[in-house]
């Protein structure tokens, strides 16, 4: 029997990159927050070994480059499992598209395989294993909001935002991460002297979520999320990927002011892109919006942020 798991995007509420590290990495630091658009990952055991990736998308490679191939050769191994591992992705949100589809999609591997097997992994080696594929991984492990800090894998639960509406728009612009980070590390070279992006990052990312999480009292869901909104933008929470994919993609930038001039009280790009998001007060007004740049030939979907409990309780 084939075990289906839905596997959820995530956004980015700032993102603040900071030193290139030894090991190649980036220090960063960000808010991530899983949303309702998602993939469908099943995975069935058979008889046999080796693993088998179907999906229907072109553009998802089907060998051992694929997220979800590293995860089954790992996670059946430290379960000391035998058979053959079969994984359909039924794709529906974007390649490339800075939601962490990958990412997602390697986690729902994880969660798939061990239902399968009646078995799970001690909550440390699940980490171990998520951190050894990919940065954003781990996170998926958390799901709701979520404070990324070392290069990303280091996460811990935030209390959760409340649920907002939103609408992600899917420009077919593909980003490339690494080649992201290495424009940023070409026009830091120009900036010496700026002032450290950690301690701004911690600065302003205190400032929206201690008044957010902790000092806002508890009111009609309407006004809370109008509050934090309204916070996010005072406490000048910023993606630093913007600066250099939207010079790279002009587009992508225009997108982001589509969606603040159609209602959004909060609009960026989610990672490196090429996702745009915008956050908003009500539903109505996303759904708007999401009409709006539909019409105007950009790919949109209005949706809505993820609880953690909710997260959980929708797999
Ligand atoms: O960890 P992940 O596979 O997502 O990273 C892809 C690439 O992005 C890395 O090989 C690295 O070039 C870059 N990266 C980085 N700093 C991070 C995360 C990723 O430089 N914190």
């Known amino acids: 029997m084939p075990i289906a798991v839905r596997s959820f995007a995530k956004i980015n509420v700032g993102l603040y990159i900071g030193e290139r590290r030894p090991s190649g990495f980036h220090a960063l630091r ?27 998308d072109p553009r998802v490679p089907r060998d051992e480059s694929n997220t979800c191939w590293r995860m089954a050769v790992r996670v059946m191994k430290a379960l000391r499992a035998r058979g053959r591992v079969v994984i359909r992705i039924d794709k ?16 729902a591997t994880l969660l798939a395989v061990e239902r399968a097997l009646k078995k799970r992994l001690h909550p ?26 070392g290069r990303g894998e280091a996460v811990f639960p935030l209390p959760d935002l409340p649920p907002l509406p939103m609408v992600v728009a899917t420009p ?27 301690d701004r990052a911690s600065r302003a ?27 996010l933008v005072r406490a000048g929470i ?19 002011r589509v969606l603040e001039r159609a209602g959004a009280k909060y609009a960026s790009l989610s990672g ?22 539909t019409r105007q030939g950009i ?17």
């Open 172 to 198: 077919t612009v593909a980003v490339s991460t690494p080649a992201a980070f290495e424009a940023w590390d070409r026009a830091q070279l120009t900036l010496a002297g700026a002032p450290s992006r950690m």
């Open 272 to 293: 490196s892109g090429s996702a745009v998001y915008g956050l908003f007060a009500a539903r109505r007004p996303a759904q708007e919006a999401a009409a709006r740049l």
């Open 124 to 149: 440390e080696q699940r980490w171990e294993l998520a951190a050894e594929i990919g940065s954003d991984l781990p996170l998926f492990l958390v799901g709701g909001t979520v404070l990324g800090a």
């Open 30 to 56: 960000t808010v991530y927050q899983t949303i309702a658009l998602h993939d469908l990952v099943s995975v069935t055991l058979g008889r046999g070994a080796g693993i088998e990736i179907h999906c229907a």
């Open 299 to 315: 790919a949109a979907q209005a949706t809505r942020t993820l609880t953690r409990a909710e997260y959980w309780a929708n797999l």
């Open 205 to 231: 990312l205190f400032a929206w979520l201690a008044g957010s999480l902790s000092g806002v009292p508890a009111g009609k869901s309407g006004d809370r999320a109008e509050t934090l909104l309204l916070d």
């Open 238 to 256: 910023e993606n630093d990927f913007e600066d250099v994919v939207f010079h790279e993609h002009p587009e992508l930038r225009e997108v982001k």
């Open 92 to 107: 529906r949100l974007p390649v490339q598209g800075g939601l962490g589809a990958a990412s997602s999609n390697a986690v």
